[in-house]
């Protein structure tokens, strides 16, 4: 015998509020109308659901058995109800995303772009500083920084680490040699990030730590600037390993010495309350 599930909605209303009176009101109906329908389920299957006791409602034994059943039903029935709108509003939301370095967003922004293709996505870039700084100000809903400074608005989730390199041109002194050593960043011109860059900071820690100040500094306001300027010349570059352009022109030298690798993070506001967006990113991250 097939199942009506409005008249099973109306006994669980009833049930639920022990009253034919307060079961039409959140129900949105009559009272008459949700009695004939409880009248209806009892009828059909030939049971005895509920009865009435002064100005309220019971359960009668049966009633409680599928009281039980309808409160796991309804309850599945809301959390896909939850899915769906959650879904509903992602498909129309955006994305505000920063990160330090482009080729560390890839991997997240392609399977969250895969799951939810209606997102419009826009995405910021700069050092680690200044993504950790939109973040707080709420202008990114997430961010893929370096900087494992905590702050009490911030959590965080660990995405790996990488190791810091340096290259050269093809035709520097140091291009046929497999590995570099910190003493050559003294010898040679150094190119560097601004200040607020991780990298930089990480290079200038582990020189300091080896005693080692360099003579020339080239400082530069992106990866792309550093790149360009070891093509042209002028010194030795130092970059995230994930981070170098495989070009011809370049020689990757990995590091002798032993220098702490860089801990890349996905940070957001703890508070955040584009939840439904970051939810979607957190999922993509595991």
Same mark, same amino acid.
């Given at each position: ?141 997430? @961010?893929? &920084? /370096? ?5 009490? %608005?911030?959590?965080?989730?660990? $995405?790996?680490?990488? +190791?810091?390199? #340096? ?69 030795? @570059?130092? &970059? /995230? ?5 495989? %070009?011809?022109?370049?020689?990757? $030298?990995?590091?002798? +010495?032993?220098? #702490? ?26």
């Amino acid at each position: 015998m097939p199942m009506n599930l409005t008249h099973l909605r109306a006994f669980h209303y009833v049930a639920t509020h022990a009253s034919y009176v307060a079961a039409a009101a959140a129900a949105g109906v009559s009272q008459p109308t949700l009695s004939e329908q409880v009248r209806l389920l009892e009828r059909q299957h030939e049971v005895r659901l509920l009865q009435r006791a002064g100005r309220s409602v019971e359960l009668t034994a049966l009633g409680r058995k599928l009281f039980e059943v309808t409160s796991k039903l309804f309850a599945a029935e809301m959390e896909a109800e939850a899915v769906l709108a959650k879904a509903r509003h992602i498909m129309q939301g955006e994305l505000r995303f920063g990160t330090d370095a482009p080729i560390n967003a890839v991997g997240v922004l392609s399977t969250f772009r895969k799951r939810n293709p209606g997102v419009s996505i826009q995405l910021v870039s700069g050092n680690s500083a200044e993504i950790r700084k939109r973040v707080l100000a709420g202008t990114v809903d997430v @961010g893929i &920084i /370096a900087d494992e400074t905590s702050h009490p %608005d911030l959590s965080a989730r660990r $995405l790996g680490t990488q +190791d810091l390199v #340096a290259f050269v041109r093809h035709d520097h002194p140091l291009a046929g040699a497999k590995v570099i050593r910190l003493h050559d960043l003294v010898t040679h011109p150094l190119v560097i990030r601004e200040v607020g860059s991780v990298t930089r900071r990480s290079i200038e820690t582990a020189l300091a730590a080896a005693q080692l100040q360099p003579t020339e500094v080239l400082e530069t306001d992106s990866r792309e600037a550093v790149h360009a300027a070891v093509i042209a010349g002028l010194g030795i @570059g130092v &970059i /995230a390993e994930d981070e170098f352009n495989d %070009d011809p022109r370049l020689v990757l $030298l990995d590091f002798a +010495d032993a220098i #702490a690798p860089i801990t890349e993070l996905l940070v957001y506001r703890t508070d955040n309350q584009r939840g439904h967006v970051l939810g979607a990113v957190l999922e993509c991250v595991g």
